[in-house]
């Protein structure tokens, strides 16, 4: 009987949809709604997940999603540093090796961004990007793989933020106000562009969250134009339900199949 791993085999594209994966881990907890309360986001935090995807009917556990806060220091001033680190297990880098970070510098109040960075490597696509928030005003710098680097300046909306400081974001607001079946519209930026996003709140369900136990969350659900989303109400996050709404589980359907983030560890919070 042949292993698991010898069973299943990429093919290009299928290979090329696990940055969709990865890049949808990161985005499903994306929420930014309007009402605030007093919960903010501390440095020396870290969040630990585990990211599966359906392969030939098994839900597979193919990498390691890492969320970490610190705070830096400037000359002028102090920022929160929030960061999102995304591997794949050695055993699945011989089929589809990832190594990504995505990097936010915010205000430590607001989390407004200032600098926004990502830099990937997947499947031996690299790219390298880097953006400066000024208002409204994006400056933009990119690199891809065996092209020259590419500058460009953007405007966005007056609360679109970048996709690692709304992973956060969501953590400073009141969702025990919500009715089920509530939505909210709310944006992101993203590859040099704003992504229009609406927020569904589907009630509340205990799961297990890591090293928590067993915690009462928020059930929402995450819609988005693009085409990397598939089919009603079936990417989901589950937030715990307390001031510090963590995020617990993460379900997504693409295109190409399904998957899953779980929650394997958190501390610091």
């Not at 409204?136 to 990119?142: H, I, L, N």
């Not at 890591?210 to 937030?239: F, H, P, Q, R, V």
Request: net charge positive.
């Amino acid at each position: 009987m042949k292993s698991k791993s010898q069973e299943y085999i990429p093919t290009t594209n299928q290979s090329m949809n696990k940055k969709t994966f990865f890049f949808l881990c990161s985005f499903f907890i994306l929420c930014s709604l309007t009402t605030m309360n007093s919960q903010t986001i501390k440095a020396g935090e870290k969040l630990v997940f585990v990211g599966s995807y359906n392969m030939s009917g098994l839900m597979t556990q193919l990498a390691q999603v890492t969320m970490s806060t610190e705070n830096v220091t400037t000359a002028k001033n102090t920022y929160l540093h929030l960061s999102c680190e995304l591997s794949t297990y050695s055993k699945w880098d011989s089929f589809f090796k990832i190594r990504d970070l995505y990097e936010s510098y915010v205000n430590p109040i607001n989390l407004k961004p200032s600098l926004y960075k990502r830099s990937i490597d997947e499947g031996g696509y690299t790219k390298k990007e880097k953006y400066v928030f000024k208002g409204t005003t994006v400056s933009s710098t990119m690199k891809k793989k065996n092209r020259p680097e590419t500058q460009k300046t953007f405007t966005i909306g007056a609360t679109t933020q970048d996709v690692i400081s709304l992973l956060y974001k969501v953590r400073t607001m009141d969702l025990s106000k919500f009715k089920v079946g509530q939505t909210q519209n709310l944006m992101i930026v993203f590859d040099e562009k704003q992504i229009p996003v609406t927020l569904k709140y589907m009630g509340k369900e205990t799961i297990s969250a890591g090293n928590l136990g067993k915690k009462e969350c928020y059930k929402l659900s995450i819609g988005a134009k693009t085409d990397a989303l598939k089919g009603k109400d079936k990417n989901l996050i589950w937030l715990t339900a307390d001031d510090k709404k963590v995020p617990a589980l993460l379900k997504f359907s693409i295109p190409v199949g399904t998957g899953q983030l779980v929650l394997t560890s958190a501390s610091g919070i």
